[in-house]
């Protein structure tokens, strides 16, 4: 159960395309397609933002995309806006009913 | 609408005892996963414990095995958090979150507020 790597923070500037990484291992991102990604605001629960790798839920703006390639995981933002500054956490499954998170990265809106 | 209000958290020294509630509405709670996700001051998520939407399967990450105990009375809607032995590495706000299948966590779809369980002398 060892957390997936995600870089700890990055930036952009409003109107640009975003990119985070998340990586994990065979046993997890690798052998399943159930990566989903979370925003937290400061102070604020986590919301789901995609699952099952690409799916958005109801209601998020489809400037949030995944995909993924072999081990790693990714989130893109486009069209950055200034509210989308937050915590971002990848998860994935891990087997047997468990899941395990990375590490979070905070993107600043520059 | 789905609401999870979590309950129970406090103030515990190392070795003791704390039981966590969480109140859920909105949805038919028997037919969904449940699990409590915690995040220490500052820090990341970390994946605590799983239930199935029965009861009959729970799961827990390895740094709670032995120590914490998940359950639900699907009568009353809610989910419980049995914390024993309490540490130090402990203190968390600890969420209660919704799987959005009955039987398997793979994701979480709704969130609660979180409690707040501080270990500390």
């Known amino acids: 159960q060892s957390a997936l790597t995600q870089p700890a923070s990055v930036s952009g500037s409003p109107g640009q395309s975003i990119t985070f990484s998340c990586t994990g291992t065979?046993?997890?991102?690798?052998?399943?397609?159930?990566v989903s990604w979370y925003q937290q605001h400061p102070g604020k629960a986590p919301k789901l933002m995609i699952y099952e790798g690409s799916k958005r839920p109801s209601g998020v703006s489809n400037r949030f995309s995944g995909s993924k390639s072999g081990n790693t995981a990714s989130l893109t933002i486009s069209g950055l806006q200034a509210e989308d500054e937050a915590d971002y956490y990848c998860?994935?499954?891990?087997?047997?009913?468990?899941?395990?998170f990375g590490g979070g990265t905070k993107l600043t809106v520059l | 609408e789905v609401q999870l209000l979590e309950s129970g958290g406090g103030l515990v020294q190392p070795g003791g005892s704390l039981r966590l509630s969480c109140a859920a509405s909105?949805?038919?709670?028997?037919?969904?996963?449940m699990s409590w996700v915690r995040q220490a001051p500052g820090k990341g998520l970390e994946w605590v414990s799983a239930i199935s939407g029965s009861g009959g399967s729970t799961y827990y990450a390895d740094s709670v095995k032995g120590r914490f105990t998940i359950s639900r009375d699907n009568s009353k809607n809610t989910l419980y958090l049995q914390m024993n032995n309490l540490r130090a590495e402990d203190t968390a706000v600890y969420y209660c979150a919704k799987a959005p299948a009955m039987t398997t966590v793979t994701s979480f779809d709704y969130w609660g507020q979180g409690t707040l369980v501080t270990v500390s002398s």
């Open positions: 065979s046993s997890d991102v690798g052998s399943y397609n159930l």
């Open positions: 998860c994935s499954y891990a087997g047997s009913s468990t899941v395990v």
């Open positions: 909105g949805f038919t709670f028997s037919t969904y996963a």
